[in-house]
């Protein structure tokens, strides 16, 4: 069974930073892509960002882009996402997951993911 522990949530303040974790466990992932997922209060799960986790290929959504990295450390099964000058808009609950890389997960979003995390909630105030 594939577990997704979510860690690093939290407050901070407009133009801050933070770094969220996620640790995976469970089977092996080097055939997968991880990704993380925000939901705001009211409003859909996005999709934020990914890494395919055998060859490290990089995507953002453009609301991220040039702002968040994505990072994982094969020898710990951990996926980061590093934030940077944080806004209002990017207070959310973040969601760590996986998917198959030829789920067409860009396209479809949410209904690729095969896992999820339970989340960790990141507040940023203005």
């Known amino acids: 069974q594939v577990q997704l522990v979510e860690s690093g949530g939290g407050l901070v303040q407009a133009g801050g930073s933070l770094r969220l974790s996620c640790a995976a466990s469970?089977?092996?992932?080097?055939?997968?892509?991880m990704a993380w997922f925000r939901q705001a209060l009211g409003k859909e799960r996005e999709f934020v960002s990914a890494?395919?986790?055998?060859?490290?290929?990089?995507y953002y959504a453009d609301s991220v882009k040039g702002r968040f990295t994505i990072s994982r450390n094969i020898a710990t099964n951990t996926v980061y996402l590093q934030m940077s000058n944080l806004n209002a808009d990017d207070t959310a609950v973040y969601y760590c997951?996986?998917?198959?890389?030829?789920?067409?997960?860009?396209?479809?979003?949410?209904?690729?993911?095969?896992?999820w995390g339970k989340g960790t909630l990141v507040t940023v105030s203005s």
């Open positions: 890494i395919n986790w055998g060859g490290g290929n990089t």
């Open positions: 469970g089977r092996t992932f080097s055939n997968k892509v």
């Open positions: 997951a996986t998917a198959r890389p030829d789920s067409d997960y860009l396209r479809r979003g949410a209904s690729a993911i095969n896992y």
